[in-house]
Structure formats: structure tokens, C-alpha cells
């Protein structure tokens, strides 16, 4: 199997530091620090390392991530991960903190500037005291559209998508474009399949863990009923 790795999506800093800064200078007022993705365990790294503040700070908090990858980043750097779903999406994390008592807790979760609200409002919802704060931004690859289009044209069996954003950045890259019908789409999720629906394409495989390693066998499951 040949792998053809063309993003999607580009990170980048948000339009300003200052919300996530002000956050992290008041570490100790939070109790729980929510990560929801790798990147923002990135830029949270990289601000403290920034601010002059010791990353041994986040020992201070309980940690929440969403998904054992995510959860691996920040034990790397010697915190340890206090809480993690069985099932790796924002409604899984919400069921998650089912059996804690969150009134009046304050939470902090650095995330995307653009980003489902299911999980601030599902632990508001419970009582928590939410603040939500930019660490990172998407923006579509649009330096990628050449790749894109000649791998398509060249014939691609297996297109994987890893987020929603990634679902749109996909839809606009293709530019109204149609995928040829003999290229299967397979999504890390359902959220993700359900934005790849809305924007009218067909989703052939989803994976039942939502990790790389899900989708590998759901890659795998699809081109299986192929043959």
C-alpha cells in the first residue's frame, strides 16, 4: 500500500496569545485543564516555555484529554493524565466527568479558535465554571491543491479525514469538484462523517475507535469489501 500524505489544514498561532497567556499565568486558579487535541497540548507547552513558567505547573491541575494520543503528549512531558474518555469525541469527555461533582470547579480548556461548544457547554451544564481560550488556529492548505488534485487524478483509492475541519478544508480544496466514484472516503468519527456528509459526499468506512489506529482498520475494512 503506497501512503500519500498531503494536509489539509495548516496550524497557526491565534490572532492573539493574550487570552491563553493570562490563563496560564493563573494556572492554580483552575482545577481541571481540558486538552482536546494535540495541538493544544503543543501550544500550551510552547507559552509556558515562553512566559518563564515551568511546565511542572500543569502537576498543579487535574488533566483531562480526549484521546490516548493526546494523553501521551502530555504525560512526555512528566504530568500525568487524571481523566480520559472511553470514547474519544467531546460528548465522550462530557460523559466522562459524569461522576465528579463540578459545581462551582473552575475549568480551563485551551483549544482551537473555532471548535464545537459541546464540551464547554455539556460541563456548564453540570455546573463547572468553563473558560474556553484560543491555543491554535486551522486554515485550509490551499498550497496543497495542486498535490491534492494531481494524487486524485492519478487515482487515489482512500481518502482518510481525521476532523471536521479537515472534511471542509477538503470540500474547498476540491473547489465544487466531485471525487472520482471509485475513491472511498474514511472518517475518524462520526462527527467528522457527519460533516463530510453535509458537505455531499459519500462516507465508506468510519472507524470504530476514533484514533490513527481505528482508522488504519477501517482503511483496511473498506478496501477488504472491495475486492
Known sequence: MEVVHIPLLRILPPPSWEDLDRALRRLETYQWVVFTSQNGVRAVEHRLHHLGIPVEVLRGVH???IGPATARMVERLGVPVGLQP????AEGLVEAFGALELRGVRVLIPRAEEARDVLPEGLRARGAEVEVVA???T??????APRLMEAIREGVD?????SPSAARALGSLLGGERLPESTRLVCIGPV???A????????DGVAEVYTSEGMVQA???VLQRRR
Open 158 to 162: 482512500v481518502v482518510t479525514l481525521a
Open 86 to 89: 472511553s470514547e474519544y469525541r
Open 196 to 203: 463530510v456528509e453535509e458537505l455531499g459526499f459519500r462516507v
Open 135 to 137: 491555543a491554535y488556529r
Open 219 to 221: 482503511v483496511r475494512a
Open 63 to 65: 488533566i483531562a484529554a
Open 192 to 194: 467528522t462523517a457527519k
Open 139 to 144: 486554515e485550509v492548505a490551499w498550497e496543497e
